[in-house]
T-cell receptor, first 113, second 111 residues
Framework: DAGVTQSPTHLIKTRGQHVTLRCSPI?????VSWYQQVLGQGPQFIFQ???????GRGNFPDRFSARQFPNYSSELNVNALLLGDSALYLC????????????FGDGTRLSIL | LAKTTQPISMDSYEGQEVNITCSHN???????ITWYQQFPSQGPRFIIQ???TKVTNEVASLFIPADRKSSTLSLPRVSLSDTAVYYC????????????FGGGTRVLVKP
């Protein structure tokens, strides 16, 4: 079975632009979470979706938004990009909502110039 | 969520056993302890999870004392490919999928 897939793998944007990152969970997984990992730090929780509903939100500004589709795939949108948004964006999926071990994709490396 | 404290880095040699201790003094009754491994430019990978005493799987063992205020991840006979960052997380399994990562422990395995 395919693991969690994320696209694109790398992306370069300039300040003020917006970006959409995509995630396909493992087949049968209904929960998707998004994390931001700045170089040298651990991942920080951004959003959690389950059955197309937002179930958790981390301490990120309103420029960050997300959604989950009927096929359980998900998009993370970031508006008005800042230099500080440069990071590895990770998507994780799990079968249920509970805090079972999550399966991570290899992320999208976003660079802001 | 209980805060965790783990060493910033550790060095080891091929074939040795590596033990990483994580402190979680404020762990709650419903909290589980989970360890993830992360290689550069990859997402974290689940290693092991436990609640008390000892848990062992094909890649690691997790030792949890009776007071559960700390835990130790043991990697037997490490190889160069075990060089990675290891994260200790503590949380309620029923509280949703929000994972709180600390800074992790950078393990360097030398030849």
């Amino acid at each position: 079975d395919a693991g969690v897939t994320q696209s694109p793998t790398h992306l370069i944007k300039t300040r003020g632009q917006h970006v959409t990152l995509r995630c396909s969970p493992i087949s049968g997984h209904k929960s998707v979470s998004w994390y931001q990992q700045v170089l040298g730090q651990g991942p920080q929780f951004i959003f959690q979706y389950y059955e197309k509903e937002e179930r958790g939100r981390g301490n990120f500004p309103d420029r960050f938004s997300a959604r989950q589709f009927p096929n359980y795939s998900s998009e993370l949108n970031v508006n008005a990009l800042l230099l500080g948004d440069s990071a590895l964006y990770l998507c994780a999926s799990s079968r249920l909502l509970s805090n079972q071990p999550q399966h991570f994709g290899d992320g999208t490396r976003l660079s802001i110039l | 969520l209980a805060k965790t404290t783990q060493p910033i880095s550790m060095d080891s040699y091929e074939g040795q056993e590596v033990n990483i201790t994580c402190s979680h003094n404020n762990i709650a009754t419903n909290d589980y302890i989970t360890w993830y491994q992360q290689f550069p430019s990859q997402g974290p990978r689940f290693i092991i999870q436990g609640y008390k005493t000892k848990v062992t799987n094909e890649v690691a063992s997790l030792f949890i004392p009776a007071d559960r205020k700390s835990s130790t991840l043991s990697l037997p006979r490490v190889s160069l490919s075990d060089t990675a960052v290891y994260y200790c997380l503590v949380g309620d399994r029923a509280a949703g999928n929000k994972l709180t990562f600390g800074g992790g422990t950078r393990v360097l395995v030398k030849p």
